[in-house]
């Protein structure tokens, strides 16, 4: 996993106190960038740098004269220059032989160098226009550090440049992974700036997701028996389907044995056991898939609440100010998974407050360190594009997951996957960090059509996840 920030301004002053100039940085962010290019593309490939007036052009403007004369560059500077630091790239870049291009034209390569951290209002007409006209663009399109149109708090502009790779400085920062920005950021690199990354980062509670980091429930000893494994109990209710996609995810992710507690006879899958109560050595519980109103207070009260089981809250029990109570109870291990709209619900409920989705999406980050501020011994798991965990003071970003897994299932799968390591013994945080995991990289494996995947899919990719 890599480390997060929201801004890169203090790690800068950082590097400025110990005499590693604004120049230095600004000169290994190009080295970066031009790393990438010659990497990827042959010498004599065109390469259209669009300059901005601050540092973020800058660094367009120093990329230029490092590619100069083994790459076709066309170095285009539609706001002039403003400060110090563009004035001087671009004194050493004319010293070279390097001229302004006043046409913008498609090349091999597009560098928006235009605006980046330092975006600090709409864009206007004339950034608006060059956007367009860059993102028309054939080539392969690279955003320096951020691109133009996703400000460093996460703002996104109505319009923004689609990166293919955004080649980020320093440090990764959260405005690259709202859900919103996914579609812009493109693949995302960091660029050392002169010194290791771990010097250059000093610490952070927020960390992003690779593939790495999954761990898969072991098997590693013989003398065992299923009991070994966990008991997980689901709450089947009104959708019988949810409890059957989770039950099967949970056993296929390792569960000894699964129950799917119910109130009426249902047609369950041979390897699933269903009761009307709750096994008396159940290790996990998940509540809320397809749930409806299916099970009177006095027995959610006995089965639920006063169980100390660890526990998945998710869909309907995000509703229910009885299931909700659960979060007060600090001795236990619990993990919420809410959709944007699900959160809202738990919000109102919890603080009284009324948000909408779209505020929710705008503020992700803002919004489970709230949560997260209130209530810290619980896992809240924030689904979206970019799902975001959070317990105790450390938030993690699972970027992993693609447009495969937006079909109504998934979320049970995801339960299924939580519940089952809940049952295997594994704390709540690495549960869901490693149930969410494996649902990305079920899904990313499938190799269907992007619209084909049922969520019986997923199951049957998590199945294989060990032998990737
Ligand atoms: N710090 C470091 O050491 C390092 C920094 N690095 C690089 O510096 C970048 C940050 O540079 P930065 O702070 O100069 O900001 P930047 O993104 O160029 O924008 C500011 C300029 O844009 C203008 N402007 C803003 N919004 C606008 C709009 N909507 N429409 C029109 N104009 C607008 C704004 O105008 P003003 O507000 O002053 O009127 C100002 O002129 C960072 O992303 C990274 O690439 C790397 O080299 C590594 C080392
Ligand atoms: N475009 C996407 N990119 C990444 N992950 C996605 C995307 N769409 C959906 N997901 C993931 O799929 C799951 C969907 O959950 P949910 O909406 O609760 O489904 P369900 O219908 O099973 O309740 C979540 O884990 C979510 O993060």
Avoid at 57 to 72: K, Q, V
């Amino acid at each position: 996993m890599q480390k997060v920030f929201k801004s890169c301004d203090k790690l800068d002053q950082k590097c400025y106190e110990s005499y590693i100039t604004e120049d230095i940085l600004m000169e290994h962010a190009a080295m970066g960038m031009e790393k990438y290019i010659r990497t990827h593309f042959a010498p004599g490939n065109s390469v259209l740098i669009v300059a901005g007036p601050g540092n973020n052009g800058a660094d367009g403007i120093t990329l230029a004269r490092l590619l100069y004369h083994d790459y076709e560059v066309k170095l285009h500077l539609p706001y002039g220059i403003k400060s110090l630091m563009p004035k001087l790239q671009l004194k050493r870049a004319n010293a070279l032989g390097i001229e302004e291009t006043e046409e913008l034209e498609d090349a091999d390569v597009i560098v928006d160098a235009l605006f980046g951290a330092g975006l600090n209002r709409l864009l206007d007409d004339l950034s608006i226009q060059l956007i367009h006209k860059m993102n028309s663009f054939k080539g392969h399109k690279i955003a320096c550090d951020i691109p133009t149109g996703v400000a460093e708090d996460g703002t996104l502009m109505p319009l923004a440049f689609n990166a293919d790779t955004t080649l980020t400085m320093g440090a990764y920062k959260e405005a690259l992974y709202l859900d919103e920005s996914k579609d812009v950021i493109g693949k995302v690199e960091r660029i050392n700036l002169g010194m290791s990354s771990q010097l250059y980062e000093g610490e952070s509670d927020t960390f992003v997701l690779e593939p790495e980091d999954m761990k898969l429930p072991t098997r590693d000893k013989e003398a065992t028996h299923k009991g070994t494994f966990g008991h997980a109990a689901i709450f089947t209710g009104e959708k019988e389907g949810a409890g059957i996609i989770a039950g099967t995810a949970a056993t296929r992710f390792g569960a000894g044995l699964t129950t799917l507690v119910i109130h009426e006879k249902i047609m369950a899958p041979p390897y699933l056991m269903h009761a009307t109560t709750v096994p008396d050595n159940a290790s996990a519980l998940a509540i809320g898939m397809g749930l409806g109103g299916h099970f009177e207070e006095e027995f959610l009260q006995k089965y639920v609440i006063n169980s100390h089981l660890p526990i998945v809250l998710d869909a309907d029990a995000l509703s229910s100010m009885l299931l909700l109570s659960i979060i007060e109870q600090r001795d236990r291990e619990i993990v919420l998974t809410p959709h944007p709209k699900e959160f809202v619900l738990l919000w109102m409920i919890l603080t009284g407050e009324v948000l909408k989705v779209s505020e929710v999406q705008a503020k992700r980050f803002e919004m489970v360190r709230m949560f997260n501020h209130k209530y810290p011994h619980v896992t809240l798991l924030l689904k979206g594009a970019n799902t975001l965990i959070m317990q105790e003071e450390n938030l993690y970003i699972n970027p992993l997951g693609c447009t495969k897994l937006s079909k109504g299932g998934s979320g049970d799968v995801l339960s299924g996957l939580i519940v089952s390591l809940l049952a295997q013994g594994y704390p709540a945080i690495d549960a869901a960090i490693h149930g969410s995991l494996a649902l990305a990289i079920a899904a990313q494996n499938y190799q269907g059509a992007s619209y084909a995947m049922l969520a019986t899919d997923l199951i049957d990719e998590v199945a294989k996840l060990e032998l990737c």
